[in-house]
C-alpha cells in the first residue's frame, strides 16, 4: 500500500546504504522520479543492476518504514522527507564488499604511443613550454658544463701520481695527510677520484666501495676524494695523538 507523503519540496536529502558495502551516501532526488528511475540512479552509487534491487524505507532514527516496491509509483508517493535512509538490498549474487575492492578493478594503461598524442596531458605541456628534458637548448648546455667539468677532473687527477704524499683539504673538514692509491674513474659515482689512505684512521673505508676493490689499507684509514681537494706535496707523516693513552 503507498502512502502519501506531506507536500513539500520537490526533492528530498536522503541518505543510501546498501548491502554489498559499508559505506552511506547523502544524496539528494527529485520526488517526481518513479521507483524505476530511481533505482537506475541509485546504479551509480551501490553498483548492484536496477534490476536487481529491493529498495527499503528507514525514518531518520533509523526505523524501517516500508518497502519501496513499485516501480511505476513516483519517490514522492511514498511518506519520506529529508534524513531519511534508502536501504538497497542486491539481489544480483555478488559479494559483500566487491564493489569497495579496487584490486579487482581492471585497470586501463594507456601506450606511450597513445599518451604522446594527447594534447592536454602533463607531457604535452611540457613540450610546448620546453620545460626539464624538452628544452634541447638548456640539454646542450648543461652536456657542455658535464663535459668541461669532466675535462677539468681528467686534467687534475692525470698531474697525481699513485704513491705521492698528499693533504686532503675539504670544505668544513679538517687536513688530513695521505698517501695516493689510486687515481682514476670509479664505479661507484661518475667523474675521476682520488684514492687516499690515510695516516691515521680518519677515513672511511678499506679501499674498496660496493665490494669492489680499488687499493689496499686496513679500515678506516681509506678514503675517495675529488682531485680538486688535494694537495701533492713533501708531507710527512703526522701524529695525530690517536693512539695515546688517556
Not at 509509483?73 to 555478488?94: E, K, M, N, Q, T
Not at 705521492?164 to 677520484?193: H, N
Not at 678499506?206 to 694537495?231: H, L, M, W
Request: charge should be negative; glycine fraction near 8%.
Amino acid at each position: 500500500m503507498l502512502l502519501s507523503g506531506a507536500p513539500g519540496a520537490a526533492t528530498v536529502a536522503v541518505s543510501i546504504s546498501s548491502s554489498l558495502n559499508s559505506f552511506r551516501a547523502q544524496k539528494r532526488y527529485g520526488r517526481g522520479l518513479t521507483i524505476a528511475e530511481f533505482k537506475c540512479k541509485l546504479e551509480l552509487v551501490v553498483g548492484s543492476p536496477a534490476s536487481c534491487m529491493d529498495l527499503e524505507l528507514y525514518t531518520p532514527d533509523d526505523k524501517f518504514v516500508m518497502k519501496l516496491d513499485s516501480d511505476e509509483a513516483l519517490l514522492g508517493s511514498y511518506p519520506i522527507d529529508d534524513g531519511c535512509r534508502i536501504h538497497v538490498i542486491d539481489r544480483s549474487g555478488a559479494r559483500i564488499g566487491e564493489y569497495e575492492d579496487v584490486s579487482q578493478v581492471e585497470k586501463y594503461e594507456m601506450s606511450a604511443t597513445d599518451y604522446d598524442k594527447r594534447p592536454d596531458s602533463v607531457r604535452s605541456f611540457l613540450k610546448r613550454s620546453k620545460v626539464g628534458k624538452f628544452n634541447e637548448e638548456e640539454l646542450l648546455k648543461r652536456e657542455a658544463e658535464q663535459e668541461q667539468k669532466q675535462a677539468e677532473e681528467k686534467a687534475l687527477a692525470e698531474a697525481i701520481s699513485v704513491g705521492a704524499r698528499c693533504e686532503v683539504r675539504a670544505s668544513g673538514q679538517p687536513c688530513k695527510r695521505g698517501t695516493v692509491m689510486y687515481v682514476g674513474l670509479a664505479e661507484f659515482k661518475p667523474g675521476y677520484w682520488i684514492g687516499i689512505k690515510y695516516d691515521e684512521p680518519l677515513g672511511k673505508n678499506d679501499g674498496s666501495v660496493n665490494g669492489k676493490r680499488y687499493f689496499e689499507c686496513q679500515p678506516k684509514y681509506g678514503a675517495f676524494v675529488k682531485p680538486q681537494y688535494i694537495t701533492v706535496g713533501d708531507f710527512p707523516e703526522e701524529d695525530y695523538g690517536l693512539d695515546d693513552e688517556m
